[in-house]
């Protein structure tokens, strides 16, 4: 009954299972038919957008690290200035919010040429980390336009970020 | 090897599924279970794990269906996926193994045996091997992956599945010395 084998690339490599397995798979591949076909449920519209709650929450923390930045940071000398990330072209923006973004943002720039190095890149970083943020919810934004719940999120993040630019504006002015 | 045939054949079994013909993949889930769960209870040694890793194997398969690319290898593909069960199985602190050996050294072609052994015997001697190098023994000796793809489907290091496949031949054979002469 038994072979006797010289090598082990002879052995066997068809071993049938002890039962049949399919009548299991086939049952699973069944509710997986039925669950895509199946109107989208509450859990799969919820992880739709959890990326996007993650972002906003992101938002929300650079712009508080911003803020706490700008509380702890010394003040002094006055270093070469720095470029501070724009963004990508706000096209969801109403015009009026561009126009004022963009006039603050030049006395942003202003102000961070005036920091002292360490500060400066500090809030450059949590400031270009913010717009990232805000590009990503934008970008989710083209692909499901019609999301409520991204478009209130890219609402507050620019709140967000404008309240952070506006800080940044005014910092030495609050410690003069 | 499987003939050109059987690969066409098989390449339009995977398109009729990946459309959602459920009998097409039965058609190739009864093709394709005695290997796949050869290699489950090879590396599992219990034949009960083996079959619940075949299942889940093959339900695994059937969702990644549309993921799958034609121009490879639906058994390689389908077997990736059954080492990869395996390994998610039996994950945990008790299963933990550690490769900790020379990866230069040179293996030879092939395992072979001065004298014929039981083949109820050579699986036995295999089974008693240490899970790496069991694990580098059944994908590479006994079905015939190359160091890259079984280290691939074993996320270990070419290397480190050399020198395992090195380690299996030395304490395959010492075992059938012992136990077999």
């Known amino acids: ?176 | 090897m499987k003939t050109d045939t059987v690969v066409e054949f098989d390449v339009a079994l995977v398109e009729r599924a990946r459309r959602g013909d459920a009998k097409a993949f039965e058609r190739l889930y009864r093709d394709h279970v005695g290997r796949v769960n050869g290699l489950c209870l090879r590396m599992t040694r219990n034949p009960d794990l083996a079959a619940d890793c075949v299942q889940d194997a093959f339900i695994k398969a059937w969702k990644a269906l549309p993921k799958f690319e034609a121009r490879a290898s639906f058994s390689t593909w389908l077997h990736r996926i059954a080492v990869n069960t395996v390994l998610e199985k039996r994950r945990g602190p008790s299963n933990a193994e550690i490769a900790v050996e020379d990866p230069t050294v040179h293996e030879e072609p092939t395992m072979t045996f001065d004298t014929p052994v039981e083949e109820e015997e050579l699986e036995a001697a295999i089974e008693s091997l240490p899970q790496g190098a069991r694990d580098a023994l059944v994908l590479c000796g006994v079905y015939g992956y190359e160091h890259s793809e079984a280290a691939s489907m074993l996320g270990i290091a070419v290397g480190t599945c050399k020198a395992q496949l090195h380690r299996a031949r030395g304490l395959l054979r010492d075992r059938l010395e012992r136990g077999v002469r």
Do not use: H
């Open chain 1, 1 to 176: 009954m038994n072979r006797r084998l010289t090598r082990v690339d002879e052995l066997k490599r068809d071993i049938p299972p002890g039962r049949d397995l399919w009548p299991a798979i086939s049952a699973a591949i069944e509710a997986d038919k039925a669950a895509a076909d199946a109107p989208p449920s509450m859990a799969r519209r919820r992880a739709a957008w959890l990326p996007a709650v993650g972002l906003a929450a992101a938002v929300g923390l650079v712009a508080i690290g911003v803020l706490i930045g700008l509380s702890f940071a010394p003040q002094g000398a006055t270093p070469p200035v720095v470029k501070t990330q724009t963004g990508g072209s706000p096209e969801m923006m109403p015009a009026a919010y561009r126009n004022q973004r963009d006039a603050l943002l030049i006395e942003v720039q202003a102000k961070l040429s005036s920091m002292p190095e360490v500060e400066r890149k500090k809030v450059a970083s949590s400031l270009a980390t913010l717009r990232r943020s805000i590009d990503e919810i934008e970008a989710a934004l083209g692909r499901d336009p019609a999301n409520a719940l991204l478009q209130e999120l890219f609402v507050s993040s620019c709140q967000e970020e404008m309240r952070a630019l506006t800080a940044v504006r005014d910092s030495g002015s609050q410690e003069t």
